[in-house]
């Protein structure tokens, strides 16, 4: 075998070695605790194909060049400074994903996709957040001594390849480099079939953990990469499926309508003009609250809230980030856009929205943040005479690059709209439950205690850690503070307060919900949400699903006067209000449909599609039964994802 080839096929081996570390280190890191080293097989095979596919391309210039003698690692000095110069640029351009991978498997528990340049483009604020998060400064010094350490073994190998070589007169036949490259090639193709190697294989294994485990993050951002576009020139059939959509959510199905109607105030709808205060919770993952029967207790204010409001306690986010909640809150339409937030599309970003329906109210934003960060700034400037009141708004100790803590930006919203003439609409957004956990509780905060548990116990019941634990119990006392200050206002007794999570969080929930809830990734979506105005609201718990873009059509049915609607929310509340659904979709290219029965779900790219049961009842249904409710699922599925991806571009009113 020639000089160059025999030197390949040991970096090869080398850059293998590398992609094999990273899944075990993966695999070992975050992998369910009753998952074996078995059962993660065929991750680990469809793993070696997708690594194999990226070693090749990387090495195939070496091999393809090297056809000419002049060209080969072993022409001459200079030519093996380049080409382990290359490799060595190649190494660090590999490790950086690797170090991003990881780093996104630590904070969503998914793997690096090219939504990671939503962030991006908030270069400034994502760097603090990554500063304050992580011992950034070690982090690139590892990286700098590995790359320099890879080098060193390039040219170890091939100082090897010299001496085992040298004197047996070895020639230089092109033939060899040609088939190499073919293999090369065949390598990159991944398959010995009509159909290459895709993403989409690996979500055919049984969970989302040993789907994403298999994607090294270069491919999966590479693949992903493409579905940042403008979806809008991939909608089927969209007016043919408006009559559907409109029977699914209960509306009169006339296909000349859309979704525009006007409906009437409710005979239950408050004279009193009431003020509204909503709040968007940072990551209230409804598992790790007290609400779901989590033992662990970590939000026992808010449960008692939950006792004296009207509960919803299977409502799910459509998408999992804080910008797309406040896009479907406040427009009533899921972003469905896989891997590009609708904020960051100047295509996307002009929308009605119902708050704008609020006549004679005045209406405020409240985050202790940068309204920059994903162009939240561009998200509300649909809402006509909001006053935004952020970053140096609110006076304090920042914390981190997020702000104050939610005890001052709630504490200090409340001292503003006691300013405020009656009627007043208030958004405000709380950020403190984020990453870094550590840096969420103001040290001089004398009103909250921290309490430590055993990790064994924080992980059977879906915290990572201590420092996690006492950020979302830090949450739930910010909560307290500030009901416990509303209630001395003249306003409280006549205030609607509507509290929901943004997102959920990945982790273990099984000891809380079924198996299928963590393995289907629900818990991502699955938040809290309650109306409650003491004097106003009758308490009542409810368990239908429902939806984040249910939110503002809920509240305007509460009030004494008629309403425009052009989009998919409804009003919760309703006597009507026909099927319980909420819509999902998620970065593993998927679209589905949560039920009061079931759970459906379609890959868009593959078309195939998985039918859950939430109940023991549907458990028990047979095979026709699933097959019949699995083709309507699918229809109304589709129908609905394509309308969304639609109105994104289409609710401006021009």
């Known amino acids: 075998m020639p000089k160059t080839l025999r030197w390949v096929l040991q970096v090869g081996g080398i850059f293998l070695l590398i992609f094999t570390l990273y899944r075990v280190s993966v695999f070992l890191a975050f992998r369910a605790s009753d998952?074996?080293?078995?059962?993660?097989?065929?991750?680990?095979?469809?793993?070696?194909?997708?690594?194999?596919?990226?070693?090749?391309?990387?090495?195939?210039?070496?091999?393809?060049?090297?056809?000419?003698?002049?060209?080969?690692?072993?022409?001459?000095?200079?030519?093996?400074?380049?080409?382990?110069?290359?490799?060595?640029?190649?190494?660090?351009?590999?490790?950086?994903?690797?170090?991003?991978?990881?780093?996104?498997?630590?904070?969503?528990?998914?793997?690096?996709d090219a939504g990671a340049m939503n962030f991006v483009e908030d270069f400034s604020i994502s760097i603090t957040m990554i500063w304050e998060t992580y011992p950034l400064l070690w982090m690139?010094?590892?990286?700098?001594?590995?790359?320099?350490?890879?080098?060193?073994?390039?040219?170890?190998?091939?100082?090897?390849?010299?001496?085992?070589?040298?004197?047996?007169?070895?020639?230089?036949?092109?033939?060899?480099?040609?088939?190499?490259?073919?293999?090369?090639?065949?390598?990159?193709?991944?398959?010995?079939?009509?159909?290459?190697?895709?993403?989409?294989?690996?979500f055919q294994l049984p969970s989302s953990f040993l789907a994403y485990l298999a994607v090294n993050p270069l491919q999966n951002f590479a693949t992903t990469w493409r579905l940042r576009q403008d979806p809008e020139k991939d909608i089927p059939n969209v007016r043919r499926g408006i009559p559907l959509v409109r029977?699914?959510?209960?509306?009169?199905?006339?296909?000349?309508?859309?979704?525009?109607?006007?409906?009437?105030?409710?005979?239950?709808?408050f004279e009193s003009r009431p003020n509204i205060v909503l709040v968007q919770c940072e990551s209230f993952s409804m598992y790790k609250?007290?609400?779901?029967?989590?033992?662990?207790?970590?939000?026992?204010?808010?449960?008692?809230?939950?006792?004296?409001?009207?509960?919803?306690?299977?409502?799910?986010?459509?998408?999992?980030?804080?910008?797309?909640?406040?896009f479907a809150i406040l427009f009533g339409i899921p972003d469905v856009q896989f891997f590009r937030f609708s904020s960051r599309n100047p295509q996307s970003i002009k929308h009605r929205t119902l708050v704008n329906q609020l006549e004679g109210y005045s209406k405020h934003y409240f985050l202790s943040g940068s309204p920059e960060f994903n162009n939240f700034k561009g998200i509300l400037a649909n809402i006509?005479?909001?006053?935004?009141?952020?970053?140096?708004?609110?006076?304090?100790?920042?914390?981190?690059?997020?702000?104050?803590?939610?005890?001052?930006?709630?504490?200090?919203?409340?001292?503003?709209?006691?300013?405020?003439?009656?009627?007043?609409?208030?958004?405000?957004?709380?950020?403190?439950?984020?990453?870094?956990?550590?840096?969420?509780?103001?040290?001089?905060?004398?009103?909250?205690?921290?309490?430590?548990?055993?990790?064994?116990?924080?992980?059977?019941?879906?915290?990572?850690?201590n420092d996690e634990f006492n950020s979302f119990r830090y949450t739930d006392h910010c909560f307290q503070q500030f009901i416990e200050a509303a209630r001395k206002e003249p306003f409280f007794s006549n205030t609607l307060f509507v509290f929901v999570g943004d997102h959920g969080v990945a982790g273990d929930a099984r000891s809380v919900y079924p198996a299928l809830w963590t393995e289907q990734r629900l818990t991502d979506q699955h938040v809290p949400l309650l109306f409650y105005a003491p004097q106003l609201l009758a308490p009542a718990r409810r368990s239908e699903v429902v939806s984040q873009i249910d939110v503002l059509p809920t509240l305007l049915g509460m009030l004494n006067q008629p309403t425009e609607h052009y989009t998919l929310g409804r009003d919760l509340l309703a006597p009507d209000k026909k099927n319980d659904f909420a819509f999902l979709t998620n970065t593993t290219d998927r679209i589905g449909m949560v039920t009061?029965?079931?759970?459906?779900?379609?890959?868009?790219?593959?078309?195939?599609?998985?039918?859950?049961?939430?109940?023991?009842?549907?458990?028990?249904?047979?095979?026709?039964?699933?097959?019949?409710?699995?083709?309507?699922?699918?229809?109304?599925?589709?129908?609905?994802?394509?309308?969304?991806?639609?109105?994104?571009?289409?609710?401006?009113g021009n």
């Open 384 to 465: 006509n005479g909001l006053q935004m009141h952020t970053d140096d708004f609110f006076k304090g100790e920042k914390l981190n690059v997020w702000g104050v803590s939610d005890r001052e930006l709630l504490l200090q919203s409340l001292q503003e709209l006691s300013r405020q003439p009656d009627p007043f609409f208030a958004y405000i957004q709380t950020a403190g439950n984020h990453r870094p956990f550590q840096k969420s509780i103001p040290k001089n905060d004398t009103t909250f205690r921290r309490v430590e548990l055993p990790v064994d116990s924080l992980l059977k019941y879906g915290f990572e850690s």
């Open 247 to 269: 029977d699914w959510m209960g509306l009169t199905n006339r296909a000349d309508q859309g979704l525009h109607r006007v409906v009437g105030p409710r005979s239950t709808a």
């Open 35 to 112: 998952l074996t080293f078995s059962a993660a097989i065929p991750s680990f095979v469809y793993g070696v194909r997708f690594d194999l596919r990226w070693i090749a391309a990387m090495l195939l210039p070496v091999t393809l060049l090297s056809i000419r003698p002049q060209w080969s690692p072993f022409f001459s000095e200079r030519n093996k400074r380049i080409w382990t110069t290359y490799l060595a640029i190649i190494t660090l351009i590999v490790f950086f994903f690797f170090a991003a991978g990881f780093g996104s498997f630590s904070y969503n528990r998914t793997p690096l």
């Open 140 to 202: 690139l010094a590892g990286l700098a001594m590995s790359v320099w350490f890879l080098r060193w073994m390039y040219h170890r190998v091939h100082w090897q390849v010299v001496s085992q070589t040298d004197g047996k007169g070895i020639l230089h036949q092109p033939r060899y480099f040609l088939y190499s490259s073919f293999g090369l090639l065949l390598l990159i193709y991944g398959s010995l079939s009509m159909r290459p190697l895709q993403r989409d294989d690996s």
């Open 289 to 326: 609250s007290s609400m779901s029967g989590n033992p662990l207790n970590a939000t026992p204010f808010f449960d008692s809230l939950s006792h004296q409001g009207i509960f919803f306690d299977r409502c799910f986010a459509p998408h999992f980030s804080t910008a797309r909640a406040l």
């Open 596 to 652: 009061n029965d079931q759970f459906f779900s379609r890959n868009v790219n593959s078309g195939e599609e998985i039918l859950l049961p939430l109940n023991a009842t549907t458990a028990r249904q047979t095979m026709a039964q699933q097959d019949s409710i699995r083709q309507k699922l699918s229809l109304i599925t589709q129908a609905y994802a394509d309308l969304a991806r639609f109105l994104l571009f289409h609710n401006s």
